[in-house]
């Protein structure tokens, strides 16, 4: 059986959640270094826009799969990597970016275990990345 890699759904919404921080203090932030009097509405704003990004785009990125078979990693869209052509494997946050030969860059996103997934795709190159 090959290796399967899906989304996590607690991964998403923490990923999320740390987002949302960011955005709400970086809102705020701007909000005060231009004097407006209101800084806490930039609280609400990077709220308000990470929570409908992340309504908004939860069916679809939680759908994803990325799978190793034929020599290849097959992702959503078609997508197809072979395993000799991937050059570098880089661990971001709680994604996994797939470096090509060619330059092409690919994200594995919302992994609950990213080590294991580094792990599979390294294995199943038969090098290391």
Same mark, same amino acid.
């Given at each position: 059986? =090959?290796?399967?890699?899906? #989304? ?5 919404? !923490?990923?999320?959640? %740390? ?9 705020? &932030?701007?909000? %005060? &270094?231009?004097?407006? #009097?209101?800084? %806490? ?7 308000? &826009?990470?929570?409908? !990004?992340? *309504?908004? /785009?939860? =069916?679809?990125? /939680?759908?994803?799969? *990325? ?5 290849? /990693?097959?992702? #959503?869209?078609? !997508?197809?990597?072979? @395993?000799?052509?991937?050059? !570098? @494997?880089? #661990? ?14 690919? /994200?594995?996103?919302? @992994? ?16 290391? @990345?």
């Amino acid at each position: 059986m =090959s290796p399967v890699f899906r #989304p996590d759904r607690a991964t998403y919404i !923490r990923d999320h959640a %740390w987002m949302a921080a960011l955005a709400m203090a970086g809102a705020m &932030a701007v909000l %005060w &270094a231009i004097g407006n #009097p209101h800084v %806490w509405t930039g609280a609400v704003a990077g709220l308000a &826009a990470v929570g409908v !990004r992340a *309504w908004y /785009l939860a =069916s679809e990125e /939680l759908g994803h799969e *990325w799978r190793i078979e034929d020599g290849a /990693l097959h992702g #959503p869209g078609g !997508r197809r990597v072979a @395993l000799d052509q991937i050059e !570098r @494997l880089r #661990p971001l946050g709680s994604a996994v970016q797939v470096v090509t030969r060619g330059g092409d860059k690919h /994200l594995i996103k919302y @992994l609950a275990d990213r080590e294991a997934v580094l792990a599979a795709i390294r294995q199943a190159a038969g090098r290391t @990345l």
